[in-house]
C-alpha cells in the first residue's frame, strides 16, 4: 500500500506502561508508519523488569534531532498504557502537552493545579476493556495509537499506520486493525477529561 508522503513535524513523543502492555511493539508501529512517508524517525526505550510488568518507556522524535532522548518538559504527546505509568511519565510534557492514557476517567491525584499551570489536556480511553472485546488484552497498545491517531495529537497519517500495522501484526493482523479502528472511532467523540486550562490561560 502507497501512503502519500508529507513533510515531517517537529514532534516528541513518549510512550510509557507496564511490561507486557505492548509499549516496545507500539513505538515500531508508529517509527516505521514514519519512516514509509520518508521521515527521519530516532528513538529509544528504557525498561525495568518487563517481563514481570516493570515500567517501560520509549521515546520517539520525528524531524531534526541529534538526540534519541527527551527532556523533561519537551514532549508533545505522553501516550500511557497505565494510569500510574502515565503520572509517573507527565514531567516529560511541555507546557501545552497532551496526554492520552488507558483508562475510564481521569488521572486522579491531587493534579488540576498542575495540569492546569501546564495548560496539559488528558484524554482517557478504556483501552483494557476495548482490547479484551476484541479478544484480548494484548490489542490494547493498537487501540490506544487509533485513538490518539483519531484524535489528531499524533501526526502521523491514519493510513500509514494501518499499513505499518498490517506488516508487523503478521497472522495478527485482523484482530489489531480491528482494534486500531475501534480507538480511532472512540476518538470522534471523545472529550478531553482533564483540560488543565483555567479561565483566562492561553494554550500555548
Not at 15 to 35: C, D, N, S, Y
Not at 106 to 113: A, E, M, P, Q, V
Not at 161 to 169: F, M
Amino acid at each position: 500500500m502507497s501512503v502519500a508522503r508529507l513533510p515531517p513535524p517537529e514532534t516528541r513523543l513518549v510512550l510509557a506502561g507496564l511490561g507486557g502492555q505492548g509499549v516496545i511493539f507500539a513505538t515500531r508501529l508508529i517509527a516505521q508508519a514514519a519512516v514509509r512517508l520518508g521521515w527521519p524517525v530516532i528513538g529509544s526505550e528504557t525498561h525495568g523488569m518487563s517481563q514481570r510488568g516493570g515500567s517501560v518507556v520509549s521515546h520517539l522524535k520525528f524531524g531534526a534531532a541529534e538526540s534519541p532522548l527527551i527532556r523533561r518538559g519537551t514532549a508533545d504527546l505522553l501516550l500511557a498504557f497505565e494510569r500510574n505509568e502515565a503520572v509517573r511519565a507527565l514531567p516529560f510534557l511541555r507546557v501545552g502537552g497532551v496526554c492520552v492514557v488507558n483508562g475510564e476517567a481521569s488521572l486522579g491525584y491531587d493534579l488540576d493545579g498542575p495540569l492546569a499551570e501546564a495548560s496539559i489536556t488528558v484524554h482517557a480511553l478504556p483501552a483494557t476493556s476495548m482490547a479484551l472485546a476484541h479478544g484480548s488484552a494484548a490489542l490494547i497498545n493498537v487501540a490506544m495509537v487509533g485513538f490518539a491517531s483519531g484524535l489528531g495529537c499524533l501526526p502521523v497519517p491514519e493510513e500509514a499506520l494501518r499499513a505499518a500495522l498490517s506488516e508487523l501484526a503478521g497472522s495478527r493482523r485482523e484482530p489489531n486493525l480491528l482494534a486500531f479502528s475501534a480507538g480511532a472511532r472512540a476518538a470522534q467523540t471523545a472529550r478531553p477529561v482533564d483540560r488543565g486550562i483555567p479561565d483566562g490561560h492561553a494554550r500555548v
